[in-house]
């Protein structure tokens, strides 16, 4: 099979599932891909070129591992107009907004070091105030993160400076969907009894260890194998902000013990199924 640096990793994986291992060996941050909800949410809108920044390796790079399972680099020049589709206009929304409402993020330092952004972003993105705008600056067009927000109701613009900056903008027009989170912080009032009823119905899983997105992918895929007469207990680091908007909307419940900094419980369970 041919390849070149537009070729997408859903491609890859498709034409010889081997390939997810060869890819390993050129980046942990390529571990993440073997959690199949993140695999389906990253595989099918990355590219070669892409990854290759995300994995601070090379397009060669991937050419070079990807040879033995039968791939084959195409020097064919690469018209990446093709595969790219052009870019949006920024909105008006955000051509008028007050440049002093937007809030400026760069993550490019963070991610050079081979640390997570996420958590930082989550803490930006829970003390926005009406009518101000969150611009994140990194190196590759963050598909996962503009999917989460967009549970909670947020719309976003990608800007691409050059291939080394990527602007992504988030904002709320309508603050009717926004995210209640005082009733989602502290223990829930009813822990004690809803843990009661699910004392021998439990599915224990602890997602401390875990580096961000992995805590939420593992829960959403647990989740998915959940019977409805059992519960899940998670043993988390802290409240999952972004999980819990996503849970609802799957038609999950759930309840919250945090005990210390560091520590928290979360009970979920089906929708409707507790008496």
Same mark, same amino acid.
């Given at each position: 099979?041919?390849?070149?640096?537009?070729?997408?990793?859903?491609?890859?994986?498709?034409?010889?599932?081997?390939?997810?291992?060869?890819?390993?060996?050129?980046s942990?941050?390529?571990?993440?891909?073997?959690?199949?909800?993140?695999?389906?949410?990253?595989?099918?809108?990355?590219?070669?070129?892409?990854?290759?920044?995300?994995?601070?390796?090379?397009?060669?790079?991937?050419?070079r591992?990807?040879?033995?399972?039968?791939?084959?680099?195409?020097?064919d020049?690469?018209?990446?107009?093709?595969?790219?589709?052009p870019?949006?206009?920024?909105?008006?929304?955000?051509?008028?907004?007050?440049?002093?409402?937007?809030?400026e993020?760069?993550?490019r330092?963070m991610?050079a070091?081979?640390?997570?952004?996420?958590?930082?972003?989550?803490?930006?993105?829970?003390?926005?105030?009406?009518?101000?705008?969150?611009? $994140?600056?990194? &190196?590759? @067009?963050?598909? !996962?993160?503009?999917?989460? +927000?967009?549970?909670?109701?947020f719309?976003?613009? =990608?800007?691409?400076?050059?291939?080394?900056?990527?602007?992504?903008?988030?904002?709320?027009?309508?603050?009717?969907t926004?995210?209640?989170?005082?009733?989602?912080?502290?223990?829930?009032?009813?822990?004690?009894?809803?843990?009661?009823?699910?004392?021998?119905?439990?599915?224990?899983i602890?997602?401390?260890?875990?580096?961000?997105?992995?805590?939420?992918?593992? $829960?959403?895929? &647990?989740? @998915?194998?959940? !019977?409805?007469?059992?519960? +899940?207990?998670?043993?988390?680091?802290?409240?999952? =902000?972004?999980?819990?908007t996503?849970?609802?909307?799957?038609?999950f419940?759930?309840?919250?013990?945090?005990?210390?900094?560091?520590?928290?419980?979360?009970?979920?369970?089906?929708?409707?199924?507790?008496?």
């Amino acid at each position: 099979m041919l390849i070149n640096e537009q070729t997408k990793i859903s491609t890859l994986l498709k034409h010889n599932a081997d390939s997810l291992e060869a890819l390993i060996t050129l980046s942990s941050d390529f571990k993440k891909l073997r959690n199949p909800l993140l695999r389906k949410i990253m595989a099918s809108r990355t590219t070669i070129s892409m990854a290759s920044k995300i994995g601070k390796c090379t397009p060669e790079d991937f050419y070079r591992v990807l040879k033995p399972l039968g791939f084959v680099h195409d020097t064919d020049p690469v018209d990446t107009q093709e595969d790219i589709a052009p870019q949006k206009p920024m909105p008006d929304y955000l051509k008028q907004v007050d440049k002093g409402l937007i809030i400026e993020l760069d993550v490019r330092a963070m991610l050079a070091e081979g640390n997570d952004p996420l958590r930082l972003i989550q803490q930006k993105v829970k003390v926005l105030n009406e009518g101000e705008v969150l611009k $994140i600056i990194n &190196t590759f @067009e963050p598909t !996962p993160l503009i999917m989460l +927000l967009a549970k909670q109701g947020f719309q976003s613009f =990608v800007n691409e400076i050059s291939k080394d900056e990527i602007e992504t903008y988030f904002y709320k027009i309508d603050n009717a969907t926004k995210v209640q989170l005082n009733e989602d912080s502290g223990t829930s009032s009813d822990w004690d009894n809803i843990f009661e009823q699910y004392s021998n119905q439990l599915v224990e899983i602890d997602v401390r260890h875990l580096e961000m997105p992995m805590p939420m992918m593992t $829960i959403l895929e &647990t989740l @998915e194998t959940l !019977p409805q007469d059992k519960a +899940l207990y998670v043993h988390h680091k802290r409240i999952p =902000v972004f999980l819990l908007t996503e849970l609802k909307d799957r038609n999950f419940e759930y309840r919250i013990k945090e005990v210390q900094e560091g520590e928290v419980y979360l009970l979920i369970f089906h929708n409707g199924f507790i008496s």
